[in-house]
Every structure is written in C-alpha cells, then in structure tokens.
C-alpha cells in the first residue's frame, strides 16, 4: 500500500501466445491510468521477441518488470512467477484472452476500499469479437454451487497477495484448469470475496473449428482437468458427488446421491402443497441430496403452469423487498439467460409449494412467521438462512407443474417484513446482478 493508496501488480504472461492477442492485451494494460500499480511481463516464448513491444509499451516505468521463464506446459507456472515477484497489496491476474478496461484499477481500488475484508476479487465481463463488444456476463455474488457447474468467474481475477498464504499457488501440474482449480479453494480457506458488478474486462473471442484434431484434444484434456478438480473438491469437502460428461462432451454434469434418503425423515420438512404435482423420479432423493450437507438449509425446484410456461426456477428480490418469480413465462425448450433454468445454483428464494427444509434449522429460527402473508413468508425463511451462513439451492431438474395464481403479500406484512430485514434487503440480492432488471421481466438483456 502507497500511503493510504491500493497498489495492484498487474500479471501478463505469454504462453503459446499468439504475439497479435498478447499485444493487445499487454497494450489494454498500458492504457491504465491508475498511478500506484507495477507491471509483470512474464515470457516463456522467446522466439516471438515480445520483449522489446512490452518495454515500448512502459518507456522509463520503474514499475515495468519482464521475467523470462523456461517454456512448460503450463501457464500456472508463469503466473506463480507473478506472484513471487509482486509487491503490491493485490494481483490482478489478466488472463490470455482478455483485454483489460481502461478503468479497471480505479475501480477494482474503490470496490476494495469499501471492502477492506476481500481476498478475492472477482468482476462482471462481456465478450469482444472483431472489435465490436458483445454479450455481457453481469454475474452474481459468489456463488459455489453455480461454480461447480460451470467457471462462471472466467479467467481476469484480483487476489490479495497474502491471501496465498491460505490459499497456495496455482497447480502446474494443470495445463486449463489451474484456475478453476484455484477457485475451487476458496470456500475450503474461508477466503473472503468480493465481486464488483462491473465490465472491467473483455473476452476476446476467437472461431476456430472444433472438429480440428489439436482443437479436439485440447478441449478433452481440459474437460478432464476441470472433472478431476471438481471431484477432487468434493472428496476434500466430504460430498458425494459423481463428476460426468456432459452430452456435448465439453461440459460436465453432477449427480449428488440423495439415495440414503431412507431414515433421514426427523432430519427434513418436505412441504407439498395439493396443487403441486411433481414430475420425474427420485424428486425427494434429489433435493436431499443437497439437504443433507450442512451448509444447506432450503432446497427447491422449478415450477412450470399448465401452459407449460415457466412459473418460476427460484425468486429474485429488489431494494423494496419485493419478490419477483425468476424467468418468469420462460418457454419450456429454454435454458434462460446464462442457462438460469437448467443451472443448479445459490439463490436467495425458492418457492414453498415443494420444497425440502432442514428441521434443525426450521425449529431453531421458529419456523415461518405467521405474521407474514404470501411471498414475504418464504422471503423472511429464506433470508433467516442466508444470514446464518446457510445456502438456499434451486434444483431444476426436479420440475412441478401447478395452476398459476396469485400469491399476494398484505402491506401490513410487507412493512413488518422491512422492518425486519429492511437493512439487508436494500443491499440488493447477492444472486441477482444489479446491472439486469428487477421486476416481472428479469433475467433479460433487454426489456422492449
């Protein structure tokens, strides 16, 4: 720290580069006007002589640093180089596909200052195509169960350098998931982190055919790398969890056993109510499957109506603490916005007309509020967990079908339902992006 000023090493590394993408992500960097910052070149692609381009980039900075590193298979290891070398508070990691927004730093630095506890740090991005920006990811706060489906965070990050204390370096022996792997760490350290719902990055993309052999071997190893850290994961974290192929064999499914459900009965409340029917097997089994880890305190599932629209796969709430059905009038062929409806994940309410709750936790919060009506009920429950460090956890693949109705809060529930969570509710909900629109018509990039 500089004074009372946040310092960043800024970490690029080149390996099997393309010289043209490393230019431009090396120049997105100089473009930085934030002055308490160094630079880390780490180059392990001596015949493309990036050394020279980098230093024209960074004429006379003191704060330019270039490394040469011998070449390896891993990229993991040029950035272990990074972290060696770094003196500032924080490194922010800039992965090979990205372009870094001019302003990044100043706001990564305001987001930390108002924040102080953050660890790891992580920021909403969109996608650039022959330069024209596209596709924004606007992201929810961290959210572990979506991450093991998914590395939604991506690969531009910031890290608190002493943070690596707890958390270790990046495994080389990992060729594209040492990330993934790293991320998959934090909730084992009890890393605090912080997400900053802005576009401080840009991910190039690039069309290369996937039937090309290379192209074809490197998304096998990668699909593995990621399986085997995630299974490595859970066995660390004691879940039961089979890690498998996806369809499409470039992602992977989970299937969490819940088969032990037998005999568990006094350890969940299953609330079904006379409407809701219930479609696929095993639905109990899969919703205990979640239930019986102890970071689980809810767990429910999508809903469509008899139009076969969908009802709800969970509920976001706004600053007023009213709570609003996610992907609501969905058809039923679609995955939703970044694949919301078929994405297991945190979120911050489910619906009650099915869903399984921890008795434990159920008795020791007293229950449901009978004071409150409608959807505060569930709302007021569903915080109660999420403000003692429990999660609540939608789980699409089982599905319900009921006869839509309307399912409406009294004012004077809604006002004591403020008065008791007044304070967290204008906070915003964790899981759902502030950059997307509150309201019936959320889940959208665009509203006409």
Known sequence: MVGDELSFAVVVAAHDANPAFFKDTLASVSESEYPYREVHVVDS???????????????????????????????????????????ADYILFV??????????????????????????????????????RQNPYFLPDFNLELLRHENYIGGTFCVKRTAFAKLGTFSEKLEYAFAYEFFLR???????????????????????????????????????????????????????????????????????????????????????EKDARVFGRKARQ????????????????????????????????????????????????????YNRITT???????DMSYCMIDAKFFKKSGGLDRRLTGRDQMLDLCLRALEGGRKVIYEPSVVVRQVPGEVISQEASHRRLMEKWGSVIEKGDRYYSPNLPAGLLNYRLSVD
């Open 286 to 337: 899969k919703l205990w499957a979640h239930m019986k880890r102890p970071d689980v305190a809810i767990v429910g599932c999508r809903y469509y109506g008899t139009d076969m629209r969908l009802l709800n796969a969970g509920y976001i709430f706004d600053k007023n603490g009213f709570s609003f059905p996610a992907c609501h009038s969905e058809s039923i062929f679609s995955r939703g916005l």
């Open 186 to 272: 934090i909730p084992l350290k009890k890393v605090n982190v912080l997400h900053v719902p802005s576009l401080l990055w840009h991910r190039r993309v690039v069309r290369i055919p996937k039937s090309l052999p290379a192209v074809r071997a490197a998304m096998e190893k990668s699909l593995r790398e990621h399986m085997t850290a995630l299974s490595a994961s859970f066995q660390a974290m004691g879940i039961d969890c089979t890690v498998r192929p996806g369809r499409d064999r470039e992602s992977w499914s989970l299937r969490y056993d819940g088969s032990d459900i037998q005999g568990h009965e006094r350890e969940y409340i299953l609330i079904h």
């Open 45 to 87: 692609c001596p015949g493309l002589s990036l050394s020279s381009f980098s230093a024209e980039l960074f004429p006379g900075d003191a704060n330019y640093f270039y490394h040469t590193h011998r070449e390896t298979g891993s990229m993991a290891a040029l950035w272990n180089t990074g972290i060696r070398s770094a003196r």
């Open 344 to 350: 297991a994940q945190e979120v911050s309410m489910v």
């Open 95 to 132: 992965g090979p596909d990205a372009r870094l927004s001019k302003n990044a730093l100043e706001v990564f630095a305001a987001a930390i200052r108002s924040h102080p506890e953050a660890e790891f740090v992580y920021s909403d991005f969109d996608e650039i195509e022959g330069g024209s």
